[in-house]
């Protein structure tokens, strides 16, 4: 099964029979870019039947799926697979909507081709064998060798379809509930610690429930760190500030964040942030929901406060990744499902970073990105204000330019220049209706494959944001 980022080409179980699946951008000349979802089957026309059942059971599986999607406009098309094999109508074939064509006999005005499926039902194909999209489960023993912050495990080639879905289907809860678990603000993320708490202990012998309580009631307090953390000075500069301190940061007020998202984005600063990213990244049922809601509206509204600065110069931006530099990774990219934190730093700072022990990056990318690409700055309440740390939410995609320059030698990171694609989150409200609308913005796809598309069904999807790729 072949993939690219615009899609995949899969055999079916239909003999000589190839099915292509696409999302292709189609621009209509309007402010607003339309996407078409294409289903392209390539087979013998004798089976023709055969091959529309087939589209038929597809539609019905994409449009489950698609129902999850805020912000789409389904309507399923069959173009007309004469028009596909003729130069003179393949640019512009004729549509018919799928009810027409199991409705009655249809015949192309314009290349006169003939088609009768009505009648024809998905069930004349056989079900496919169930399959299972959840990652396999990691043993505790292995952990230390991702969980490194600046250092991404887990990664997804391509943009999957996990990386689309909305913020409450991400988090294992209804949206309902997360906008009551927002309307409960700071309770709600106190009564998920009490619960569902972790109590793993990070290299300063603290546990989730020691750094909440740190956070939440203690005021900042400078000392030296041991070893196995990046910076020297546990809220270095931070001295005797308390919660609400940092609320009333100019940075905050900015921002108009309240006590319950400060003390989300504080939160993740510290050594909370595995408990807080494991659970995307292994796509199973959060223990923090309403913490993960207040982080996402947290760095959503810093990332449009910093996108207006006055200052639009780029700057430089690394994170490592623990992925092999092969072709796949240049063709296709990477999705990280969970949070994801970018440093900003000097190179040789950076490659020191991530290759540390327990680290092990493999690949350390390069990002030149200007105020609306950055990720939210969380330095003025970090607990590791030296870090510089640039966090992005759930769903960011990581473009790879063309690879340039030799193999990676052994035991070296290889740097690579690479472009970031934002999932664009908005804020979840605490009494929105509907699901909150969300968008992703990745690269167009490539052309379609020479060939591919014998007869086909489109799902076409109108989106208010651009969002390219698959």
């Given at each position: ?45 004798a ?47 004729m ?10 006999p ?117 000392k ?9 000075k ?29 003390l ?19 796509a ?9 809601a ?33 072709d ?53 309440l ?89």
């Open positions: 099964m072949p993939f690219w980022k615009g899609g995949a080409l899969i055999e079916t179980r239909i003999p000589s029979t190839q099915l292509l699946i696409e999302l292709r951008a189609k621009d209509n000349g309007g402010d607003n870019l339309f996407h078409e979802l294409v289903l392209e089957l390539r087979g013998p026309k089976q023709r039947g055969d091959l529309f059942a087939l589209l038929l059971l597809l539609r019905k599986r994409t449009e489950v799926l698609l129902s999850d999607f805020p912000g789409l406009l389904l309507q399923g098309k069959l173009l007309c697979p004469g028009c596909l094999w003729n130069p003179t109508h393949f640019n512009d074939p549509r018919w909507s799928l009810d027409d064509v199991q409705a009655r249809i015949k192309c005005r314009k290349c006169e081709e003939a088609l009768s499926l009505e009648g024809v039902q998905a069930k004349q194909v056989a079900e496919p064998e169930r399959i299972s999209l959840q990652l396999p489960k990691i043993e505790s023993s292995s952990l230390s060798t991702i969980d490194r912050k600046y250092v991404g495990g887990l990664l997804r080639y391509g943009t999957p379809i996990e990386a689309r879905q909305g913020l409450h289907k991400s988090l294992g809860v209804s949206l309902k509930r997360l906008q009551e678990l927002l309307a409960e603000g700071e309770d709600a993320i106190l009564g998920e610690f009490a619960q569902n708490m972790s109590t793993d202990r990070d290299p300063l012998g603290w546990s989730d429930g020691d750094w909440l309580h740190y956070v939440l009631s203690q005021p900042a307090e400078e030296a760190l041991p070893t196995g953390y990046s910076a020297a546990l809220d270095k500069g931070h001295k005797g500030m308390t919660l609400d301190d940092f609320v009333k940061h100019p940075t905050a007020v900015a921002a108009d964040l309240d006590r319950a998202t400060v989300a984005l504080r939160l993740y600063t510290t050594s909370a942030w595995k408990s807080i990213s494991r659970p995307l990244r292994e199973r049922k959060h223990p923090y929901p309403a913490l993960v207040h982080l996402v509206n947290g760095i959503t509204k810093l990332r449009n406060v910093a996108a207006k600065r006055d200052d639009q110069r780029p700057t430089e931006c690394y994170r490592g990744l623990k992925i092999d530099p092969s796949e990774f240049f063709s296709r990219g990477c999705t990280d499902l969970s949070f994801m934190s970018a440093m900003k730093a000097d190179k040789k700072t950076a490659e020191r970073v991530v290759s540390t022990e327990g680290a092990n990056a493999s690949v350390l990318i390069r990002m030149q990105l200007m105020p609306e690409q950055l990720g939210a700055d969380l330095s003025f970090s607990c590791f204000p030296g870090e510089c740390e640039l966090l992005y939410g759930p769903g960011s995609y990581i473009e790879p330019k063309p690879e340039r320059g030799g193999a990676r030698m052994p035991g070296t990171v290889k740097t690579v220049d690479a472009q970031i694609h934002v999932k664009e989150h908005s804020i979840v409200t605490k009494g929105a209706q509907g699901l909150p609308e969300e968008s992703f913005v990745a690269p167009p796809p490539p052309p379609p494959a020479k060939g591919a598309g014998k007869a086909a069904s489109k799902a076409e999807a109108k989106e208010a944001a651009a969002a390219d790729g698959s």
